[in-house]
């Protein structure tokens, strides 16, 4: 099976990778791997426009070795979302063991367009990457789930 579509899986769990990894190679996805935020961001500056998708752990050490920061993946989100101005907006699906109260309401505010909790199986990766990467580059204007639009977060100046 072959599909089109290069996502970037950003987990610093070593066991979490390997079994991503192999749900997405089993998919036919190409992707590219990152344990930490500062890596993450590398990646994304390096390969903006090769990136169709993100899969982001939200508790991400900053850089690799170092403690855990509860809200990496916010970060990454945060970053992407500001600096994708007049680009392709890239689907960030946020995957998360954290079962704090609002951690899925603060996921969407800050421009994430799906949630997804772990333990994830392959057949609901494998839904929730086909609904999304079936919507094209083109994406529309984010929405919360009560149909407030989100405003526009990109800090890049005018081209």
């Excluded at 057949?123 to 580059?137: I, R, V």
Aim: aromatic share 8%.
């Amino acid at each position: 099976m072959s599909v089109s579509g290069k996502i970037l899986l950003v987990e610093d769990e070593r066991i979490l990778q390997l079994v991503h990894s192999k749900f997405l190679k089993s998919l036919g996805y190409q992707f590219e791997l990152a344990a930490s935020v500062q890596e993450a961001i590398a990646l994304y500056q390096n390969n903006s426009n090769l990136i169709d998708l993100f899969i982001l752990d939200l508790g991400l050490p900053e850089v690799a070795g170092s403690f855990i920061n509860p809200e990496g993946g916010l970060i990454i989100c945060k970053f992407v979302r500001a600096h994708e101005c007049g680009q392709k907006r890239i689907p960030i699906v946020a995957l998360t063991a954290a079962m704090e109260k609002g951690i899925r309401k603060k996921c969407f505010e800050v421009g994430f367009d799906s949630f997804a909790n772990k333990p994830i199986t392959r057949e609901a990766l494998e839904f929730k990457l086909k609904g999304l990467m079936a919507s094209g580059s083109e994406k529309p204007p984010f929405f919360h789930q009560n149909n407030e639009r989100v405003n526009n977060i990109c800090t890049c100046s005018p081209k």
